[in-house]
């Protein structure tokens, strides 16, 4: 492959997008939209210049090793480049893979208990401070929109809007079904019990991604409830919004407002609406997703999280880790994201070389 060839038109567009970018008169947005393209060129770009330099040194390395005096110098020279050219070919070969275009959004996550009553909602609370801590140590906000607590202070559910840099892009892997073992606090015999929880990771839609119709929405107020189904408030300021054409059901009470409750929802809902479609369009490449990493598939046991040996074993990739402690702190899964990363991208490059 002749990277120079591919990588020559993106150099000149990062060149021009500088020359755009240092025009008078640009609005803030026009200036935003330019910056934000100018930066995901730059660190290909660099690339690129660094690989024409190797290229050149190899190329003056090699002629000097006719001279009798330079030899040695020129061969250690090409003994050094004959590691660093390939590392950048593999550096920019990762450039050049397609993105996902949702990989820059924030991302809604939600959590739900599975098999294992109390014991699950539990553990989709841990699962849930695990990402507190991941988004903390990454500089993330994190906002609670819905959660429904269970008895001992776990979650039956919980759905939290994550914002930062590169939020879907290192949290999309973690879709899917996780499974915990370990004594419950509620077990009196010390006996190790399995129990479950589903993850789902949405790159949050902005409004430049979908339109809804207001007369595909039906929206229906009632009143709130809290644990037990006592009424929380004397209004009806819960709201259930459904998307008629997809089926999707949205209800929010957080909020004891009716007006705030329906913004939450119809950004979940347009979220769900927009995952909705993603996932249709990967149903369209089944073939090609098949062994994707980050395929999203939430039916699919993902991880296992086994405290009495205190060991996390991702089934995607083989990998365990006996950082538990860490990973469920939240800093240790960093290591595990990375892995996922690496061989998500490996796997794109086989299939391109096939």
Known sequence: MNYLEKLAPLAAKHKDLGEQMSQQGLSGEEFQKLSMEYGELTPVVETYEEYKTALEDKEAAEEMLADPEMKEMAQAELDELAEKIPALEEKIKIALLPKDTADKKNAIIEIRAGTGGDEAALFAADL?????????????????????????????????????????????????????????????????????????????????????????????????????????????????LTHTPTGIVVSMQDEKSQHKNKAKAMRILKTRIYDHERQKVDAERAAERKGQIGSGDRSERIRTYNFPQSRMTDHRINLSSHNLDGIMAGEGLEEIIEALITEDQAQKLAALGE
Do not use: C
């Not at 929109?145 to 979650?155: K, P, R, T, V």
């Not at 994550?162 to 419950?184: C, D, M, T, W």
């Not at 606090?185 to 129990?195: A, D, L």
């Open 128 to 240: 849930f401070g695990m990402y507190k801590g991941y988004a903390a140590a990454r500089g993330w906000k994190i906002e609670v929109m819905e959660m429904s607590e269970s008895d001992l202070g776990g979650y039956k559910e919980i759905i939290a809007e994550i914002s930062g840099a590169n939020v879907f892009e290192r949290l999309k892997y973690e879709s899917g079904g996780h499974r915990v073992q370990r004594v419950p606090k509620t077990e009196t015999q010390g006996r190790v019990h399995t129990s479950a929880a589903t993850v789902a990771v949405l790159p949050e839609a902005e409004d430049v991604d979908i339109e809804l119709n207001e007369a595909d929405i039906r929206v229906d107020v009632f009143r709130a409830s809290g644990p037990g189904g006592q009424s929380v408030n004397t209004t009806d300021s819960a709201v259930r």
